[in-house]
């Protein structure tokens, strides 16, 4: 077998079992189709536990890169012929409907670090932010990303602004209002008005039990793809692996650009979260985010990232632009990040979300 576990590499088993497998699923070793092997053999092959191969496959099945057979075992689910095994859809909320106040949010932490910032940050407060956001919450931003999404980049990629709905209308200024802009069908009809009252047109490609349609993807004239992978509202749908490397082929193939709206990903309750297409593509993807989810919609700050090879001409078009962030609130959320109290606070949310659908599943 060639698969190895390496117990002085300071990794958990199961993770370096997850990337080999995954490796040989998207370079075709293991092919659309194929069998993997079962999990007892790969256990007393490798010196692991069933329950650790257990967790691998889990993570892999999470994705969309396998998907079980009662009573036979896993099978690869990465492009071929074989259909993609949709992700679970979980109910999806309007996402421009306000949420309850969870039980647990973080009033007492926000409250000690707003005083701190106070503080410790005195007439600097004060002082008109950089225009693309101030350093400090960048760099953590960009520090987190690495942590929690595998994205790497450099702060100067990181633009920060009041909310996703403003982004949209920077991204049409940047990659101009001459291109198509294809978006989700159905899609959060609040994306498809920002860009048409920026100018852009917009055609609907539509969605299926794993993102939009390939056979749309293959035909739309579109030069700007717009697409929410995880929990499309109001689809509920979330983007399968093989979805998603579809999605920067054809974005690489083109020459086109992705806009991947993260929105709420965090909230994703897998143990390891899909890849996301940034990772995929880097120089084709702006990745966007935002805090409106993951902390309150009353934050009104989000965030892109985008590609090295738009950055001068982000400059150029649209760098004269002031941040529409507060540099109170950029400080305090960027210690909120800094201090692992973000990551935290989410990893509380997971768990109750867990628990609820554990409690839903009987």
């Given at each position: 077998m060639?698969?190895?576990?390496?117990?002085t590499?300071?990794?958990p088993?199961?993770?370096q079992?997850?990337?080999?497998?995954?490796?040989?699923?998207?370079?075709?070793?293991?092919?659309?189709?194929?069998?993997?092997?079962?999990?007892?053999?790969?256990?007393?092959?490798?010196?692991?536990?069933?329950?650790?191969?257990?967790?691998?496959?889990?993570?892999?099945?999470d994705?969309?890169y396998?998907?079980?057979?009662?009573?036979?075992?896993?099978?690869?689910?990465?492009?071929?012929?074989?259909?993609?095994?949709?992700?679970?859809?979980?109910?999806?909320?309007?996402?421009?409907?306000?949420?309850?106040?969870?039980?647990?949010?973080?009033?007492?932490?926000?409250?000690?670090?707003?005083?701190?910032?106070l503080?410790?940050?005195?007439?600097?407060?004060?002082?008109?932010?950089?225009?693309?956001?101030?350093?400090?919450l960048?760099?953590?931003i960009?520090?987190?990303?690495?942590?929690?999404?595998g994205?790497?980049?450099?702060p100067?990629?990181?633009?920060?602004g009041?909310g996703?709905?403003?982004?949209?209308?920077?991204?049409?200024?940047?990659?101009?209002?001459?291109?198509?802009?294809?978006?989700?069908?159905p899609?959060?009809?609040?994306i498809?008005?920002?860009?048409?009252?920026?100018?852009?047109?917009?055609?609907?490609l539509?969605m299926?039990?794993?993102?939009?349609?390939t056979?749309?993807l293959?035909?739309?004239?579109?030069?700007?793809?717009?697409?929410?992978?995880?929990?499309?509202?109001?689809s509920?749908?979330?983007?399968?692996?093989?979805?998603?490397?579809?999605?920067?082929?054809?974005?690489?193939?083109?020459n086109?650009?992705?806009?991947e709206?993260?929105?709420?990903?965090?909230?994703?309750?897998?143990?390891?979260?899909?890849?996301?297409?940034f990772?995929?593509?880097?120089?084709?993807?702006?990745?966007m985010?935002?805090?409106?989810?993951?902390?309150?919609?009353?934050?009104r700050?989000?965030?892109?990232?985008?590609?090295?090879?738009?950055?001068?001409?982000y400059?150029?078009?649209?760098?004269f632009?002031?941040?529409t962030?507060?540099v109170f609130?950029q400080?305090?959320?960027?210690?909120?990040?800094?201090?692992?109290?973000?990551?935290?606070?989410?990893?509380?949310?997971?768990?109750?979300?867990?628990?609820?659908m554990?409690?839903?599943?009987g």
């Amino acid at each position: 077998m060639k698969y190895s576990i390496d117990k002085t590499a300071g990794q958990p088993a199961y993770l370096q079992l997850y990337q080999q497998l995954r490796q040989d699923i998207i370079e075709g070793s293991l092919p659309s189709g194929a069998k993997l092997p079962s999990k007892r053999l790969l256990a007393a092959e490798l010196g692991i536990s069933v329950i650790t191969v257990e967790h691998a496959l889990a993570l892999l099945a999470d994705e969309g890169y396998v998907y079980p057979r009662p009573r036979s075992g896993y099978y690869a689910s990465f492009g071929g012929s074989v259909p993609a095994q949709p992700l679970p859809k979980a109910a999806v909320k309007d996402m421009s409907v306000p949420v309850s106040v969870p039980e647990d949010f973080p009033f007492s932490t926000l409250s000690k670090l707003m005083r701190r910032v106070l503080s410790d940050y005195a007439e600097r407060i004060l002082v008109k932010s950089p225009n693309s956001g101030c350093m400090e919450l960048r760099q953590a931003i960009a520090d987190y990303l690495a942590r929690s999404r595998g994205i790497r980049v450099r702060p100067e990629q990181v633009i920060v602004g009041s909310g996703a709905e403003y982004l949209y209308g920077l991204v049409v200024q940047l990659l101009g209002r001459e291109l198509i802009y294809g978006l989700e069908d159905p899609c959060y009809d609040r994306i498809r008005r920002v860009y048409e009252a920026n100018g852009a047109v917009c055609a609907g490609l539509k969605m299926g039990e794993d993102g939009i349609e390939t056979a749309a993807l293959g035909c739309c004239k579109a030069g700007v793809l717009h697409v929410t992978p995880y929990q499309s509202f109001p689809s509920g749908v979330t983007a399968t692996a093989a979805k998603r490397h579809e999605y920067a082929a054809w974005a690489s193939e083109r020459n086109a650009y992705i806009v991947e709206d993260d929105y709420a990903s965090e909230l994703f309750v897998s143990a390891k979260q899909v890849d996301t297409v940034f990772s995929l593509a880097p120089e084709r993807t702006i990745y966007m985010n935002t805090f409106s989810k993951t902390l309150a919609p009353s934050m009104r700050t989000g965030y892109m990232v985008l590609p090295e090879g738009l950055l001068p001409e982000y400059e150029k078009k649209l760098g004269f632009y002031s941040c529409t962030v507060p540099v109170f609130d950029q400080i305090v959320l960027a210690e909120f990040i800094r201090g692992g109290d973000l990551e935290r606070y989410i990893n509380r949310r997971r768990r109750r979300l867990r628990q609820q659908m554990q409690k839903a599943g009987g």
